[in-house]
């Protein structure tokens, strides 16, 4: 089974509360900051196209790939609602696209933590590397080491309540300290009160933390300019509170 087939027709459900809305402006101001204001962008690993699609309402000529064709499925619904005509498809955002000339490229919520091993998360910025025009600009972010090995990991429920909705999802989470990943044994409970149906749903996320040091290396071996790493969301350095950092990357202008 792959990451995300069953998981996906909840993700929304999962991620309500999530300031989308909120992340966007602080990446077009991180944009901005390095001057790129408008134009192309590129969601890598866009997952059900919240994001894109809070970027093409503002302006932005949007495009999304993402490996489940799931939330690619739901994407596409969501920019049909939304009256939207935003290129999404199914695909491996480690391996070579079609995408190019590109102003802007994004990759957010842990996608490059999905990227388990160094050769993954080159690929990812290579491809991100390629969709871009000279001069042009990565934001993404990632689970930082810092924080995962001073907080560690625990088990976490959560749960939602959308009449006649309940979800409840229990993370379970297994840490290798020699390979820096973590297995996430999420097991999912959907239940419609209603009806009194409940479903169950298991999938295996695992991720992969980084150290700035080693995430701006790598952005130098794909081509890019690193242009600083940060506690996400904020302008300070990453942090042991802060689960997730993010790093910002420019293509050379000459090139
Ligand atoms: C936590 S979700 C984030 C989705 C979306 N960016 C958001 O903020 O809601 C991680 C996403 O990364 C996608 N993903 C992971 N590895 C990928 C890869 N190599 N290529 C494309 N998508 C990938 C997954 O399918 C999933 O949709």
């Known amino acids: 089974m792959?990451?995300?087939?069953?998981?996906?027709p909840w993700y929304d459900l999962l991620y309500r509360d999530k300031d989308y809305a909120g992340e966007v402006d602080f990446v077009e101001a991180r944009l901005r900051d390095h001057g790129i204001a408008a134009g192309k962008l590129l969601d890598l690993g866009c997952g059900?196209?919240?994001?894109?699609?809070?970027?093409?309402?503002?302006?932005?000529?949007?495009?999304?790939?993402?490996?489940?064709?799931?939330?690619?499925?739901?994407?596409?619904?969501?920019?049909?609602?939304?009256?939207?005509?935003?290129?999404?498809?199914?695909?491996?955002?480690?391996?070579?696209g079609a995408e190019t000339g590109f102003d802007a490229v994004v990759s957010l919520?842990?996608?490059?933590?999905?990227?388990?091993?160094?050769?993954r998360l080159e690929a990812l910025f290579r491809t991100a590397h390629a969709a871009l025009k000279p001069g042009g600009v990565f934001f993404f972010d990632y689970w930082y080491g810092g924080a995962v090995l001073a907080q560690g990991v625990?088990?976490?429920?959560?749960?939602?309540?959308?009449?006649?909705?309940?979800?409840?999802?229990?993370?379970?989470?297994?840490?290798?300290?020699?390979?820096?990943?973590v297995r996430v044994n999420y097991t999912l409970f959907c239940e419609d009160t209603e009806r009194s149906t409940i479903r169950r749903v298991d999938e295996t996320h695992r991720m992969r933390y980084w150290f700035p040091f080693e995430v701006e290396a790598s952005l130098r071996t794909s081509g890019f300019e690193p242009a600083g790493s940060y506690a996400w969301l904020s302008g300070a350095a990453p942090n042991t509170k802060d689960w997730a950092a993010y790093s910002i990357a420019r293509k050379a202008a000459q090139p």
């Open 2 to 8: 792959s990451v995300f087939a069953d998981y996906a």
């Open 48 to 96: 059900t196209g919240v994001h894109a699609i809070e970027f093409a309402r503002r302006g932005w000529d949007v495009a999304g790939v993402d490996l489940s064709a799931d939330m690619i499925a739901s994407a596409n619904a969501r920019a049909a609602q939304a009256g939207l005509e935003i290129p999404f498809r199914q695909g491996d955002a480690c391996e070579a």
């Open 109 to 119: 919520f842990h996608v490059a933590s999905y990227q388990n091993d160094r050769d």
């Open 154 to 181: 625990e088990t976490r429920v959560k749960v939602i309540e959308q009449p006649p909705l309940r979800l409840t999802r229990i993370a379970q989470s297994e840490h290798d300290e020699q390979k820096a990943t």
